[in-house]
């Protein structure tokens, strides 16, 4: 393959996009739906099968996630897929170690996703790249541990969901938090109404992340440029902008607004609702800007103050990306009752307080399972997982809003029935919808 070479082409799986999403308006030709139903076909796996998996990006991210199924039973990896050869050996290595047999290597993951024995895909790309690669594998029949924010804007945000649902996948997102203790027993205290009625919610992060400023130049002969850059607009190359340092960069990412908030905002926003359909703003608005990293090269905000406005239950939830949080950890979220109690919890753990900040007694619930075993859990069973695409879809619009509010000035106003901003205020924004660079389209799923 040589590089580059990601464009569109009129291959089996852009008809069967076409398919998918002319089936879901009701209105699939028989040709397309006989293709829909032979090429999205998946194993149907017992309790006692193993589940083999494939890696997109082998960064960060995806090869922690693929370490933590390995340390699970009835697991195999029997491919991995990056852009940038450098990326790969430590991944080839550690499975060669474990199995005893070394992953097929992929350059393009369309390739990899023909392979009928591989039943589950970890996506691990930088944001820009998630939509693509979930909605591509979601039509190949593959189950899908996506990485959050699930989306670079709304609207993949909605079409990935609805592809999700369509192809009837399991798709785990890789908010943690959902399935770790400190979080589940604050989510409980509050559902149960022990803190009192919650009128505030506040989430925040301190963002300290210098990216300096580093001129263009070549990259390195391992590194795929132009397939790393996929959908976005092509920028010059300049090392700081990729591996780890793209979500910077509102070209490839969203800031700490959608990092962080995906994380943070989710579990105000899970305490706020009955079950893993979210309670959604009505109004939001936001200021902030790059204000402490002058002069460097990213482009994120970093410093935001958001605020959103819910009804029914009613409510305010404010959002902050700041430099410091005095007496509090860098990063979580608090919820304040009509009493003045508030329950405040980051990784690692929670506290109740009162009024005056005295710590209250509390009790949590019992621990869940893990969160890559309850991904594997519901690939064989079928089931709902714990932060299911269609609930995480959710948050990370919510966390979109914040960007696109502190870009265009302006409140914004959502529409849960429609699941969309009302009118067109926010709809120019990058965070609702970006154009893809010539030779990528996104399949639209309704
Ligand atoms: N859940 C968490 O706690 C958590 C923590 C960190 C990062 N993340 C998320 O994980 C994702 C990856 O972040 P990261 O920090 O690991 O990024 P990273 O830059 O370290 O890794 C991304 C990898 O994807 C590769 N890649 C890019 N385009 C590709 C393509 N088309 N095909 C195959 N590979 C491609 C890159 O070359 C790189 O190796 C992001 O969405 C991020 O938000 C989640």
């Not at 370490?67 to 009835?74: I, K, Q, S």
């Not at 706020?272 to 902030?288: I, R, Y």
Request: net charge neutral; charged share 25%; with cysteine.
């Amino acid at each position: 393959m040589e590089k580059g070479q990601f464009k569109d082409d009129m291959t089996r799986r852009q008809l069967l996009a076409r398919a998918g999403a002319t089936a879901v308006a009701g209105a699939a030709s028989p040709i397309l739906r006989a293709m829909e139903r032979t090429v999205g076909k998946s194993r149907i796996l017992g309790a006692n099968d193993r589940v083999v998996f494939g890696l997109i990006g082998c960064g960060g991210m995806g090869s922690a996630n693929m370490r933590n199924f390995m340390t699970l039973d009835g697991v195999d990896v029997a491919a991995i897929c990056d852009v940038d050869t450098s990326r790969m050996p430590g991944d080839i290595e550690t499975v060669d170690k474990k199995y005893g047999h070394k992953p097929e290597v992929f350059h393009d993951y369309r390739k990899m996703l023909e392979r009928k024995d591989i039943d589950a895909i970890i996506v691990g790309t930088p944001d820009h790249w998630h939509a693509l690669n979930l909605i591509h594998a979601v039509e190949a029949g593959k189950d899908c541990y996506c990485e959050k924010p699930i989306s670079h804007d709304i609207v993949e945000a909605k079409s990935m969901a609805a592809a999700a649902k369509h192809y009837k996948r399991v798709v785990q997102v890789g908010t943690w938090q959902r399935s770790t203790k400190e979080f589940t027993d604050a989510i409980a205290y509050i559902r149960a109404g022990k803190l009192g009625k919650v009128v505030l919610c506040r989430a925040w992060i301190s963002d300290t992340s210098h990216v300096g400023t580093v001129a263009p130049s070549q990259p390195p002969a391992g590194l795929d440029y132009d397939a790393w850059v996929g959908p976005a607009k092509m920028v010059p190359y300049a090392p700081n902008h990729v591996h780890n340092n793209w979500r910077w960069f509102m070209n490839f990412g969203g800031g700490d607004s959608v990092d962080w908030g995906v994380h943070m905002m989710d579990i105000a926003l899970l305490g706020m609702s009955k079950d893993q359909d979210l309670v959604m703003p009505v109004s939001a608005s936001a200021v902030g800007g790059k204000y402490a990293f002058v002069g460097e090269d990213r482009d994120a905000p970093d410093t935001v103050q958001a605020i959103y406005q819910f009804k029914d239950p009613d409510f305010v939830m404010h959002w902050a990306i700041g430099r410091d949080f005095p007496g509090r950890p860098d990063h979580g979220t608090e919820f304040v009752s009509a009493e003045g109690k508030t329950l405040r919890v980051w990784r690692g753990g929670w506290v109740v307080l009162d009024k005056d900040g005295k710590e209250l007694p509390k009790e949590g619930v019992e621990e869940t399972t893990g969160h890559w075993t309850n991904f594997l859990e519901c690939v064989k069973s079928r089931g709902k997982p714990r932060a299911d695409i269609a609930s995480v879809a959710q948050t990370t619009m919510v966390c979109h809003m914040a960007n696109i509010a502190v870009m265009t000035g302006e409140q914004l106003h959502w529409d849960k029935s429609k699941m969309d901003l009302v009118g067109r205020t926010g709809k120019n924004a990058i965070g609702y919808q970006r154009e893809y660079r010539k030779g990528y389209t996104l399949p639209i799923y309704k």
